[in-house]
């Protein structure tokens, strides 16, 4: 008997993992993976060295207590949980905040050039939401910094053969593959329920394949580009994620979108400029006079207000991103004080963000990274001028809904199949395209760690789970995936087909400006019924566009208007869980509901997909679900593990208030460190 | 008054092998504050009609960060290669001129805009970028570190696999295999690096063998056009230096 644990199947085949994504959790996955043994097919829909990963800047968090604070990973947790507005489960995070400082450490070993104390030491700076000095950092371009070093450990094992059973290397079989220019397109899915492969589409050749796998692992990112413009790449469609959620995976918490109070407005995107810039000690203020003129510098220190340090003695400019956002919006669009810009000749939008106080040497080993974006797209030098910014969609709390499995101490059991699995068998999913890790708001550099996090934890659940799979999808009829790929086909075919008389490019523009207008930060009822009543217009619309190109070479027309369709099924689920969701919490806030309500909503939202015609969905929200994983039942529902820190109210005025177990040496940590030279 | 426009002059070719529909095209569209070359390209998908007002498909190009770490919308903007997200279009054209879009002329053309720069990530294979760690376990603090070797090899971390040093670069043409200066670079940082010095004999031999770094020809290119403002040409010096030593005193290290 072929052993289940055999690196081929039954009729030989070399057995595959397949990961989507070439992220932080997906490149993490693999790496893992390979360690484990199990080769991989890795799908992106760009280079992986191209992935919004890149577009991190400030940092990585991990309570390595280099500053001598008192910083710990509990004290991260609980840091981590209350910033989240207590929605997260806490097991997972647990996990999460204990793991940190071996993440950096690894990150550190695989050549990050993450910037260094006089003694040679990682240097930590500060970020939102937390007093202690906790974020690693490579200048302000961490993200890039950290994708690059998993890529180039990922191109080592593209070097690397497959080993068979005995040790012996399979000539041709390298541990990873890369299919690079590939979109997602859905699950093969057997009788039972069980994924078994994907059908991808070639971006070059148009050609559309179906690829076996022994267990899937989405790692394809958050949704932002459903708010049009943001502050992620282009590629940020979700549309991976639409496309499971419409085969049955449940999406977890969809409502709960990140707002960053600080970034650059622009025509095609809103650039961020990172919260590190606070964390150095950038300061935020409009002037005290609505008809100030002057520029920023010349406002003279008596005539600023710094609004956000005066509101929030505690933790300043440093609040967590939803309070500051909210603050930022209220400045500008209910006390109308946004700041005079010299181009428009008006009042705009935006407030300042001011660094010009802090050394320029400090700044350029630092923080010139997003210095630089500024300079470059704004065409103003923020060494010498404030800079002026506005709130932008950010990041997904929600996503797909995973498991995790809970040790007696509290924490995760680590290789146990349940972790960052889905309710389909055999589809994980871990980065930003799953909800576990932030509940309603992310503290800022979480995400870095959660996305490394949630692929160490995918990784070794996914070679438990193939392990202990009965038989290998390599085995099962080639029926079965070119039945899915004929499924794919005939839709591809129907959208060259679409020649109506909408642009696709139009109708997600619309889509996009009215997300952002009104599924943002402050929330109406009667306004999200008017946004659930235009996205089925919207749909409409999308039923009759043109799709502008039927070439069989790099047809991006058609691929969009493929991500158009998903994109709109998915700011469904976001506009109906925010109209569901009658409370306050975290990034989700509603002015008619303005507090939290853990009586009737600390729990977390699942929604599940209901096809209806013509690409009309509908959602049915559900208490509980249940799932198989290897013969066995789960069975799991909507409530919230807070097993380790009590849920209580959410108070930035006061310093330390984000944590009771480290309250005293709180205190102390007010004061700044000198870091560098 | 007149909606001002911004004029797009746009090389097109609509798959590899279809070289008789090579062409250019021009088209108008309306001038948005702070546009960029690619908020234009949006705008061309949303109405794709040329200036002549004949109907044709979206041009179609490679992007996506849109603020220059990603590499990806690299292109030839008015004859200079460099990304076309961070190319604003009232600094190309403040008078309402012309701009000319190119792809990348060094590398395989795919279609419109976009080239295959597969090339660039094999030679990081070639030349081993990257730390051989032992594992992804925990293993405790990597090696401590100076602050001037951060300062020296985080530029050359900042490389975005983009393209433009290669484009520049006299060298690399059809009758060169010149590995380029993104990949010397590259073998400088992980040399610099603690534990990456160990294995720095592999990564220099790559580069001693045809294609390597006896290939430069010294233009400097390459430097001018990083958007990165990384010192490719110090690194190549550096590099070569190294080389050089390998080669005449690599035997007695052995």
């Given at each position: 008997m072929a052993a289940k644990k055999s690196v081929r199947s039954e009729s030989g085949k070399v057995r595959r993992v397949v990961v989507v994504g070439g992220g932080l959790a997906g490149l993490t996955t693999v790496i893992k993976l390979c360690e484990a043994g199990v080769p991989v097919d890795l799908f992106s829909l760009?280079?992986?060295?191209?992935?919004?990963?890149?577009?991190?800047?400030g940092g990585i968090n991990a309570?390595?207590?280099?500053?001598?604070?008192?910083?710990s990973p509990q004290v991260h947790l609980e840091e981590t949980v209350y910033g989240g507005d207590f929605?997260?489960?806490q097991p997972p995070v647990r996990g999460m905040a204990e793991a940190a400082p071996g993440i950096v450490f690894m990150l550190d070993r695989m050549g990050v050039t993450f910037n260094r104390t006089p003694e040679g030491l990682l240097d930590f700076r500060r970020f939102g939401?937390?007093?202690?000095?906790r974020t690693a950092f490579a200048g302000a371009t961490t993200g890039q910094q950290l994708l690059y070093a998993l890529d180039e450990q990922v191109r080592r094992f593209e070097t690397i053969n497959v080993e068979d059973d005995q040790g012996v290397s399979i000539p041709g079989e390298r541990m990873v593959r890369k299919f690079e220019f590939w979109d997602f397109l859905s699950l093969v899915m057997d009788d039972s329920g069980i994924a078994r492969g994907i059908v991808a589409q070639d971006?070059?050749?148009?050609e559309i394949k179906a690829f076996s796998g022994d267990a899937i692992c989405l790692?394809?990112?958050?949704?932002?580009?459903v708010f049009g413009r943001?502050?992620?790449?282009?590629?940020?469609?979700g549309t991976a994620a639409a496309a499971v959620y419409q085969q049955g995976a449940c999406y977890a918490n969809g409502e709960f979108i990140q707002v960053h109070p600080t970034a650059i407005p622009g025509a095609d995107k809103l650039r961020l400029i990172s919260e590190s810039a606070r964390g150095e000690g950038g300061r935020v203020w409009v002037p005290r006079d609505t008809k100030e003129k002057r520029p920023g510098r010349d406002v003279p220190e008596n005539e600023r207000d710094y609004f956000l340090e005066e509101k929030y003695?505690?933790?300043?400019?440093?609040?967590p991103r939803d309070i500051a956002s909210r603050e930022l919006f209220k400045k500008c669009f209910?006390?109308?004080?946004g700041i005079f810009n010299r181009r428009s000749e008006k009042n705009e939008n935006e407030v300042y963000l001011d660094?010009?106080?802090?050394?320029k040497p400090t700044l350029r080993k630092k923080l010139a990274g997003i210095l630089e974006i500024y300079e470059k797209f704004v065409g103003e030098d923020p060494y010498e001028n404030p800079m002026r910014v506005f709130p932008a969609v950010h990041?997904?709390?929600?996503?797909l809904w995973v498991d995790f499995e809970r040790s007696s101490t509290g924490s995760l059991v680590m290789g146990?199949?349940?972790?960052?699995?889905?309710?389909?068998?055999g589809l994980y999913a871990a980065g930003?395209?799953?909800?576990?890790?932030?509940?309603a708001n992310r503290l800022g550099a979480n995400s870095l760690l959660s996305c490394i996090w949630g692929g160490m934890v995918a990784g070794p659940a996914i070679a438990s789970y193939v392990r202990n799979l009965?038989?290998?999808?390599?085995?099962?009829?080639a029926s079965l995936l070119e039945k899915a790929e004929i499924r794919e086909r005939d839709k591809y075919e129907g959208i060259l087909k679409?020649?109506?008389?909408?642009?696709p490019y139009q109708v997600h523009a619309e889509l996009g400006e009215m997300m952002l207008v009104d599924c943002t930060i402050e929330r109406h009822n009667a306004t999200l019924d008017g946004v659930l009543a235009k996205i089925e217009e919207l749909t409409d619309r999308a039923n009759k566009v043109n799709v502008l190109d039927t070439s069989a070479h790099s047809n991006q027309p058609a691929q969009f208007t493929r991500h158009m369709f998903n994109m709109l099924t998915l700011a469904r689920v976001i506009a109906q869980g925010a109209r569901n969701r009658d409370e306050s919490r975290g990034a989700h806030f509603k002015p008619d509901f303005p507090e939290r309500n853990d009586a009737e909503w600390l729990r977390t939202t699942l929604a599940l997909h209901k096809p209806g015609a013509g690409n009309h969905h509908t959602i049915h929200y559900a208490r509980s679900l249940d799932y198989e994983l290897a013969g066995q039942r789960v069975h799991v529902t909507?409530?919230?593990?807070?097993?380790?820190v009590k849920p209580r109210p959410r108070k930035?005025?006061?310093?330390?208030?984000?944590?009771?177990?480290a309250k005293s040496v709180a205190k102390q940590s007010l004061a700044p460190l000198p870091t560098g030279r | 008054m007149s909606e001002k426009k911004v004029r797009l002059k746009i090389r097109r070719q609509d798959?590899?092998?279809?070289?008789?529909?090579r062409r250019w095209e021009e088209f108008e569209v309306p001038w948005k504050p702070q546009m960029n070359v690619i908020s234009a390209l949006m705008e061309i998908q949303k109405n794709p009609v040329t200036t002549s007002g004949g109907k044709t498909t979206p041009v179609v190009w490679e992007s996506s960060c849109?603020?220059?770490?990603?590499?990806?919308?690299t292109m030839v903007v008015n004859g200079k290669v460099r990304?076309?997200?961070?190319?604003?279009v009232d600094q190309l054209a403040p008078n309402g001129q012309t701009i000319t879009l190119e792809p990348m002329s060094k590398f395989p053309l795919v279609r419109d805009l976009i080239v295959d720069r597969a090339r660039m990530f094999d030679a990081l294979k070639r030349v081993h970028a990257w730390i051989e760690v032992?594992?992804?376990?925990?293993?405790?603090?990597g090696p401590r570190q100076s602050q001037e070797n951060q300062e020296e090899t985080y530029p050359l971390s900042?490389?975005?696999?983009?393209g433009c040093c290669l484009e520049a670069c006299?060298?690399?043409?059809?009758s060169s295999e010149f590995i380029g200066p993104h990949a010397i670079s590259q073998v400088r940082l992980f040399n610099l690096h603690p534990s990456g010095k160990m294995h720095a004999t592999d990564r220099l031999s790559t580069l001693m063998?045809?294609?390597?770094?006896?290939?430069?020809?010294?233009?400097?290119?390459c430097q001018e056009v990083c958007p990165k403002e990384i010192p490719l040409v110090d690194s190549i010096a550096q590099v070569s230096r190294a080389v050089t030593k390998q080669m005449l005193f690599g035997w007695l290290l052995k």
């Open positions: 760009v280079p992986v060295k191209r992935s919004h990963s890149v577009c991190a800047q309570s390595v207590n280099t500053k001598g604070e008192g910083d929605l997260a489960n939401g937390t007093l202690f000095h971006l070059k050749s148009m790692a394809t990112g958050g949704p932002g580009i943001s502050t992620n790449s282009v590629i940020n469609t003695p505690g933790y300043k400019n440093l609040v209910h006390d109308k004080r660094v010009t106080h802090i050394p990041y997904s709390m929600g996503g146990s199949p349940r972790n960052q699995a889905t309710n389909i068998p930003e395209v799953d909800y576990q890790y932030h509940g009965n038989s290998s999808s390599y085995d099962l009829p679409m020649d109506g008389s909408e642009n909507d409530e919230v593990d807070i097993s380790l930035y005025e006061q310093a330390g208030a984000a944590n009771t177990a | 798959s590899a092998n279809a070289k008789g529909t849109l603020e220059e770490v990603c590499g990806a919308c990304q076309s997200c961070t190319a604003l032992d594992g992804s376990h925990e293993l405790g603090p900042r490389c975005m696999t983009c006299p060298q690399i043409n059809d063998s045809d294609g390597g770094i006896g290939d430069c020809g010294k233009a400097m290119n």
